[in-house]
């Protein structure tokens, strides 16, 4: 009697443990049919606002607003004309030195230079003066030109009038070319000479020098005369940089776009500026085309220096009080745009018209209207043997919301 009331005990006990399985399955099929039924959206509603378009380019400062005071000489300093802060002009002097051996030499050689190309400039005048002379001896004869002093066209296209005048014009452009070289000799003389002079006009910084310091010699990879810096003269003038831009961003930029700029020396700094050149001709480098705009700042920056790295971004448009949405909202197939709307809890396809577009948000011409929710993401389809987000055990996996985002469940 015993062992068969432990055996039915056995078997209620059994009998209740399958119908608290068999329940517990039934509450999740349920569970689970009900949440596969219901897709969870992430939403946001239609808003007004200000739309910004952007083209974006890389690249470094071309100008500054300053200029290095520089020296091939060397030697020891005998006098400072300046201090930081004095307001100089072009050529005034900086400092004086006395030349060692080597700065005597290399001031001796360019003395020698300027001199030679000097004598040059002379004799190529002389050349020049003289084979002017036999061209206007032909351009007035009665030959080749006119009694009204006008030049006879026809007979100066012959060998004997074109000759000569070649030979004046190709005389010019020697003697030109060779006033350049003057002009260059004349430039390393003063780099060689013991005094230092201002290169521009402007307010002098950085200087270091003081009475006594030695300057010593400098050489380029070639064993040339190299320059050293020995202060700056900084201008009023705002820094320009160049920027380099795609060939499909090129044609959306105008000269006048505004802009705005930051460079790696200071990450936490943002200037502005305007685009006052493009440069449409470009360049290819490895197969890729670019093409540099220039953008000049609004405002002086004493601190930005010559190629120093920048990134910009160019505004190309703006719009205000027009209706936005995010991007992701936004389907465009075959040259038709839709957004998904949410409407009592049922999702709808609705066509828009879109304008502006910018990295983040699309402006909507026409098809929605303010305050109305857009779907911008499908959480869960609600799709049958979809997986469901929720644990039969209570609990389970949240979406962070913010940017008025919403997640909603359909149904």
């Given amino acids: 009697m015993g062992k ?9 006990r059994l009998a209740i443990l399958i119908l608290v399985l068999l329940l517990g399955l039934g509450g999740w099929w349920k569970l689970h049919q009900g949440s596969s039924s219901q897709p969870q959206y ?33 030697g020891v300093v005998t006098k400072i004309y300046v201090q930081n802060g004095d ?38 005048q002389s050349t020049m003066l003289t084979k002017w002379n036999t061209y206007m001896g032909l351009a007035q004869n009665s030959t080749y030109q006119k009694s009204d002093g006008s030049p006879n066209t026809d007979n100066r296209t012959l060998p004997q009038f074109v000759s000569p005048q070649d030979d004046w014009l190709a005389a010019e452009a020697t003697y030109t070319n060779q006033q350049n070289s003057v002009t260059q000799a004349a ?61 499909v961003d090129e044609p959306k930029v105008k000269i006048g776009d505004d ?18 050149s493009i440069d449409t001709v470009g360049a290819v480098s490895s197969g890729v085309t670019t093409y540099p705009a220039v953008i000049k700042l609004d405002y002086t920056a004493n601190d930005i220096l010559t190629n120093m790295n920048t990134q910009a971004n160019i505004i190309t448009a703006t ?34 018209e879109t304008g502006l577009a910018s990295a983040t948000q699309t402006e909507i011409t026409s098809g929605l209207s303010e305050g109305d929710t857009v779907i911008t993401n499908v959480l869960s389809s609600g799709a049958a043997g979809s997986r469901s987000t929720t644990s039969v055990f209570g609990g389970g996996g949240g979406f962070g919301g913010g940017g008025g985002v919403r997640v909603l469940r359909g149904g």
């Avoid at 992430?42 to 200029?67: E, L």
């Fill in 87 to 124: 307001n100089v002009q072009t050529g005034a002097p900086i400092a004086a030195l006395t030349l060692d051996l080597e700065g005597q030499q290399r001031n001796a050689a360019a003395l020698a230079s300027y001199n030679s190309a000097k004598d040059n400039l002379y004799s190529l």
């Fill in 319 to 352: 719009k205000s009080d027009v209706l936005l949405v995010p991007n992701a909202a936004v389907t465009t197939s075959n040259g038709q745009s839709t957004v998904r709307m949410l409407q009592n809890g049922q999702e709808q396809t609705v066509s828009v």
């Fill in 187 to 247: 430039l390393a003389y003063q780099q060689a000479s013991p005094v230092i002079y201002a290169p521009i006009s402007g307010t002098v910084t950085g200087l270091g020098l003081q009475i006594g310091s030695v300057i010593t010699a400098q050489s380029n990879a070639n064993g040339g005369s190299a320059a050293q810096k020995i202060a700056s003269v900084v201008t009023s003038a705002t820094p320009t940089v160049t920027v380099n831009l795609t060939e």
């Fill in 259 to 276: 802009a705005t700029l930051t460079f790696d020396a200071f990450p936490n700094k943002t200037f502005t500026g305007k685009v006052i």
């Fill in 4 to 12: 068969i009331k432990a055996v039915l005990a056995g078997h209620k």
């Fill in 42 to 74: 992430q939403t946001t509603t239609v808003q007004k606002g200000t739309i910004v378009v952007t083209v974006s380019g890389s690249g470094n400062v071309s100008t500054a607003n300053s200029a290095q005071v520089t020296t091939e000489a060397s």
